[in-house]
């Protein structure tokens, strides 16, 4: 039930933004899970090898495949197996693509509290994803 508040211009940017990055994560992804079961690119992995390595844990997964970890993936991106990859990159980096979308609403308005939590979410995601910081192993 509505409360009679409308959705402010950064929530309305924010959502577009979401829409378009979750249905464009999601058209990768299946394109990349079309073009590696087809074959149309060449594959670290074989299809008909994936129930062979179904049950392994990752590093055993990792040792028998030779498939990359971390950021190594990203040269590899001429595999078909890969290409889903950016599907997955793009819906994880969703929240720093909508931040970056509502910062500058944010220093239009002068709101400084906002554009430096936005900053600081933005910095901390991006060294996460760089490997810089990690979580608690």
């Not at 929530?11 to 990349?32: F, R, T």
């Not at 040792?63 to 993936?73: N, R």
């Not at 720093?96 to 400084?112: E, I, S, Y």
Request: proline residues 5%; glycine residues 10%.
């Amino acid at each position: 039930m509505s409360n009679g508040t409308k959705p402010s211009e950064e929530q309305l940017k924010y959502a577009s933004v979401l829409q378009i990055v979750s249905l464009s994560g999601l058209g990768i992804l299946i394109l990349g899970f079309l073009v590696y079961v087809f074959g149309l690119l060449p594959n670290i992995v074989p299809v008909n090898k994936i129930p062979e390595y179904w049950g392994l844990r990752v590093h055993e997964f990792v040792e028998h495949t030779g498939m990359p970890t971390g950021w190594k993936w990203v040269p590899l991106l001429g595999h078909g197996d890969m290409v889903s990859f950016l599907g997955i990159v793009l819906l994880a980096a969703a929240t720093v693509v909508c931040m970056f979308a509502v910062l500058p609403t944010f220093l239009k308005k002068k709101d400084t509290a906002y554009v430096v939590i936005v900053l600081i979410q933005i910095i901390v995601l991006a060294l996460a994803a760089s490997g810089m910081i990690a979580g608690g192993h």
